[in-house]
């Protein structure tokens, strides 16, 4: 598009929608027809997008996930329609820039972390590879909390992103489904045809509203479908004319209260009624729409897995299964035979977490009083799966019982989804592996052809080409742009690591990817930091199996090893962090306020702030990872080994050239085959010694007694932490987490005093690497050649080729 064109098209939207001409618009008004032209552009491919998948008689994906972490998407638009410099070009000569536009943009997230953003970038890839795709979630009114913190403690405040994020929406009001909860069911013969009948229950009504997934360079224009709940009854007039005023606004509320907020829990389900509400209402909402468009396309139901693949992004989709059932055969007529053929062919589940805590169970007797139907069928499905066990382990009950669906007054989530689909993957080569062996392991030995693994990836247009220019440019400059189309050529980059003209390029990005988020912490935590240092990097959700706690140790050794001898040499280091604790999750939040304590003992202490500092970046979101990625000199993936399926921040602080420190979990066991070991930091147990440590009796006290450095920090940490003659805050519940078993639990579960002593020989050993600039910059350019396979184009592929079968509508 030429610039007299877009201007045009940008005018007539201010002149429109506000009546105003560009040079009288504000920001705001720019912002908004920016994104009515982009959107515009959009509609029309996606129109076309839908005629040739009809045309085509095309399978397409039907991706279900409680969370999509979409972050911003003018930017990302605008890249993907190659429109970036033209945009840059029109805007200035109308006096805007485009970079304080996209500012106005609030970050869309409706997801917690890695579970939610991959759900996006893989949108994202299935654009730019023209395969057909259509994401399902919630319209939440809230995203996941902004968090605030106040007096170093994390503080909540509600997320309304609409107000700058609706603009990317199509409503869809004639697509309203309705659904039903509570209530009882009714069954009657009628000739042999059993009919149900569901009476007493309320009704929800879910709206859908549509946002266009773009890809980068591609026609595809493919569909988000959220839904918004909404009451049927706009106000009971019944209930208002006899003066119930109050009860028929209440009626509305509590239907509309379904869709208002994002669960701000990550790996670890609440029982709580309105998440099972959610759960049903964006499911039945999803395949409702689904077998309503596919009986109008083809008038049957038999063909539907040649056509539709419904992928599960955990469990938390999982009564898809169910109610699928549910529809063919009680608004449909199937058997149930024939329903379950369908069903079992169509779904498949993605399963996110080894950790028990993070496995979805809920209590049947709720289930049972909110959706009355869908227990009879999981009580059915249940009944029949059993049964088929008993073929594969006679008289063994203690085995089906804990394969059963139903158990001990429980609906298991997981073992519904393995039972329900055709195929069960893991998101690393590890953690499928631990799914085999271990937590599915009797399932396996059932159906071992029905799993798989497909390692997660990254859109690495956005975290490497947006998120890091000069990065790119340097890339471009050095392999031309194909890389950009597949990320495997990003392997041609390696040899100039050798180079030291490039070398010293790389240097100058990095220092100016530091120097931008340099800025940015100036401004929003008023810290000086050093772009010499090193910027040492750990942003993911807080989680004890993260271990920040074993970072913030090591921090607090450094600390004092600078205090015990002021003249030590070693290269200087900015320790930063970024993470959201669940609110309810008190020691989350405890070592959030560790954290703080520790920065604040740190960076006013006149001995050593000028060789450290600590820095807690406040509400880490996508946006906030698109300036901190580019600039990270080493990457903290440290989690207990075996407990984190794969990682997806892990790929994109190696695509942007940091080296990762990090245990042999998820996907670092991959990032290690790729890179090498000699370009990363390897420490600490491998999954099977972690296993091992814990059956033959871990003795965390132990490491306190022998180890002089783990008692000073420990009592550090239970005497009081604070700034040199100011205020100190004493954590003793995080001591005595590491050390004493309390009511039976394990003391310190996740190994942090285990590994303590090796993670601290690897940051000696960052120390010694770093001294070597030279050495540090190809290590780094590898990191960089050698990340190409973490694209997710590349997942996408092997999606395809191992699971879905979709038509590739480029062909
Ligand atoms: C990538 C990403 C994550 C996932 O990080 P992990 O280190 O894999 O847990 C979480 N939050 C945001 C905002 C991300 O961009």
């Given at each position: 598009m030429k610039k007299k064109e877009l201007k045009s098209l940008l005018e007539g939207k201010l002149q429109r929608h506000?009546?105003?001409t560009a040079s009288e618009a504000t920001k705001n008004q720019v912002y908004h027809a920016c994104a009515m032209v982009v959107r515009d552009i959009l509609m029309e491919k996606w129109s076309a997008t839908q005629e040739e998948m009809e045309a085509k008689k095309a399978k397409q994906v039907c991706y279900l996930s409680m969370e999509f972490l979409l972050g911003k998407s003018l930017k990302n638009n605008i890249y993907n329609l190659s429109m970036t410099d033209v945009f840059q070009q029109v805007l200035q000569e109308m006096g805007m820039d485009l970079k304080a536009l996209e500012d106005i943009e609030e970050d869309a997230a409706l997801g917690n972390g890695g579970l939610g953003r991959l759900a996006a970038c893989y949108m994202d890839a299935l654009s730019a590879q023209h395969l057909p795709a259509t994401g399902y979630s919630i319209l939440y009114e809230y995203g996941i909390f902004k968090q605030r913190i106040v007096e170093g403690q994390q503080t909540e405040l509600p997320d309304s992103?609409?107000?700058?994020?609706?603009?990317w929406l199509v409503a869809k009001p004639d697509e309203t489904v309705e659904i039903r909860f509570d209530g009882e069911i009714e069954e009657s013969w009628d000739g042999d045809h059993l009919r149900i009948q569901h009476r007493n229950y309320t009704r929800v009504n879910a709206e859908p509203y549509d946002m266009l997934i773009s890809g980068y360079g591609s026609e595809t224009v493919n569909t988000l479908r959220l839904w918004q709940a909404k009451s049927p009854?706009?106000?009971d007039m019944h209930l208002f004319s006899e003066g119930e005023y109050l009860k028929a606004i209440e009626q509305q509320a509590s239907a509309e209260v379904i869709s208002k907020i994002l669960y701000p829990e990550d790996k670890h389900p609440e029982g709580k009624s309105l998440r099972i509400k959610q759960q049903y209402f964006f499911v039945s909402a999803s395949i409702q729409s689904i077998i309503k468009k596919h009986m109008e396309t083809y008038g049957r139901l038999d063909n539907l897995p040649d056509r539709v693949v419904i992928q599960i992004n955990d469990t938390h989709p999982a009564m898809v299964i169910p109610e699928m059932m549910r529809i063919m055969m009680d608004d449909h007529g199937l058997t149930w035979d024939a329903a379950w053929e369908i069903t079992t062919h169509s779904v498949a589940y993605t399963n996110h977490t080894v950790m028990s805590e993070a496995l979805e169970r809920w209590p049947e007797a709720l289930i049972k009083r909110i959706l009355p139907r869908i227990h009879q069928i999981i009580v059915e499905i249940n009944r029949r799966f059993c049964d088929s066990l008993w073929k594969y382990f006679p008289n063994n009950w203690d085995k089906i019982s804990s394969m059963a669906i139903v158990a001990y007054d429980e609906v298991r989530m997981a073992n519904l989804s393995i039972a329900g689909s055709f195929s069960v993957n893991g998101v690393s080569a590890l953690h499928s592996q631990i799914l085999k062996d271990k937590v599915f392991h009797d399932f396996y030995v059932v159906s071992p052809d029905k799993f798989t693994n497909v390692t997660n990836g990254i859109a690495y247009r956005r975290w490497l080409g947006q998120a890091n220019e000069p990065l790119t440019s340097l890339i471009r400059d050095c392999i031309g742009d194909g890389f950009l189309r597949n990320a495997e050529e990003l392997c041609t980059f390696a040899p100039f690591a050798k180079d030291a003209s490039v070398r010293q390029k790389f240097l100058e990005v990095k220092k100016r990817n530091k120097e931008r988020l340099a800025a940015y912490i100036q401004e929003h935590n008023g810290i000086d930091v050093d772009t010499n240092s090193i910027f040492d990097v750990q942003a993911k959700r807080l989680h004890e199996y993260k271990r920040q706690l074993l970072n913030i140790m090591q921090i607090i050794k450094m600390y004092f090893e600078y205090k015990d001898n002021p003249s030590l040499q070693r290269p200087s280091r900015t320790f930063i962090f970024g993470a959201k604790a669940a609110p309810g999750y008190y020691m989350a939040k405890q070592i959030i306020r560790l954290i703080h304590a520790v920065a604040d003992m740190v960076n006013h202490d006149p001995v050593v702030q000028n060789h450290m500092k600590v820095v807690f970046l406040e509400d880490y979101k996508v946006s906030i990872a698109e300036i901190l990625m580019p600039a990270a000199d080493v990457s903290e993936q440290?989690?207990?080994?075996?407990?984190?399926?794969?990682?997806?921040g892990n790929m994109k602080f190696m695509m942007n050239g940091a080296l990762t420190i990090g245990t042999l979990d998820g996907a670092n066991v991959e990032i290690c085959e790729a890179v090498g070991e000699a370009n990363m930091f390897l420490f600490g147990l491998k999954a099977d010694e972690v296993e091992q440590l814990l059956k033959q009796g871990y003795q965390p006290m132990s490491y306190y007694q022998s180890n002089p450095w783990i008692a000073r920090i420990l009592g550090a940490i239970m005497q009081g932490i604070g700034r040199p003659g100011g205020r100190s805050v004493p954590f003793v519940d995080i001591a005595n987490s590491l050390l004493i078993s309390a009511n039976g639990s394990q003391a310190d579960p996740y190994l942090v005093l285990a590994d303590f002593e090796e993670y601290c020989r690897a940051q000696r050993e960052v120390d010694r690497v770093y001294s070597n600039q030279d050495a540090w910059n190809e290590k780094a350019i590898l990191n960089v050649a050698h990340s190409?396979?973490?694209a997710a184009d590349r997942s996408i592929q092997e999606y395809n080729e191992k699971i879905w079968n979709l038509t590739d509508l480029g062909r």
């Open positions: 506000y009546g105003v992103w609409l107000d700058s994020g609706s603009c009854y706009s106000m440290i989690s207990v080994a075996g407990r984190e399926a794969s990682g997806t190409g396979v973490f």
